[in-house]
């Protein structure tokens, strides 16, 4: 079975300093992994995902990822943080090995980013 | 304008009352999905559909009904039988069915209250 998690509940960071929000997965053939970001009472917006190739993944808004195999993470990233990304992150995973297309979700981090 | 469309952006349930959420796209999607948004829950999967007049059951598919007769709509009835139906709903689309690469789009929600 595939499962995301998201050890932090909530994260907190000042203005200009850079932000991490952690994702670990776990699947059972080739992993799809990507992020969205909820602002209150939105949908999710699709921040970014990694499908094969370069570990490093570039987004929207300033936001990367690292995908690391072998410590099974994807980790979200942005050098210097706006009060503006202040919202909920979701990270998301898919497995190849399913046969269809659903994706599974964690329970989400929310970034607070004071001034 | 493309998108993905749900009305209404709030909904109240009478208790013992079948009600409808509506979900629409206009980007030619072949793929369309529903979830139930708690605190603290993250995203769990409703119902999904590849295709025209198909549909699976996802994770939390007890109390809840779907049809899918035009690819471009994809409603969900929420039933009496759905005893803790407060919750925030999204609907999804990929445009492409059964590929694990596709992304997700979602539509703004719709956060449905019990009377």
């Known amino acids: 079975a595939q499962s995301v998690a998201q050890p932090e509940d909530q994260v907190n ?48 808004y300033g936001f990367e990822a690292e995908f690391n195999k072998s410590q099974t993470s994807f980790h979200l990233k942005k050098p210097s943080a706006l009060v503006s990304d202040s919202a909920l992150y979701f990270c998301a995973v898919r497995d190849e090995g399913r046969g269809y297309s659903t994706l599974t979700f964690g329970k989400g981090t929310m970034l607070l980013v004071s001034p | 304008d493309g998108g993905i469309t749900q009305s209404p952006k709030y909904l109240f349930r009478k208790e013992g009352q079948n009600v409808t959420l ?56 929420v039933t009496s039988a759905q005893k803790n139906p407060t919750a925030f709903y999204l609907c999804a689309s990929t445009q492409l069915a059964g590929a694990p690469q596709e992304t997700q789009y979602f539509g703004p929600g719709t956060r449905l209250l019990v009377l």
């Open chain 1, 13 to 60: 960071v000042a203005e200009g300093n850079p932000l991490t929000v952690k994702c670990t997965y776990s699947v059972s053939g080739n992993p799809y992994l990507f992020w969205y970001v909820q602002y209150p009472n939105r949908g999710l917006q699709f921040l970014l995902k990694y499908i094969t190739g370069d570990n490093l993944v570039k987004g929207s």
């Open chain 2, 22 to 77: 509506s979900c629409e796209q206009n980007l030619n999607h072949d793929a369309m999905y529903w979830y139930r948004q708690d605190p603290g829950q993250g995203l769990r999967l409703i119902y999904y559909s590849q295709i025209v007049n198909d549909f699976q059951k996802g994770d939390i598919a007890e109390g809840y009904s779907v049809s899918r007769e035009k690819k471009e709509s994809f409603p969900l009835t």
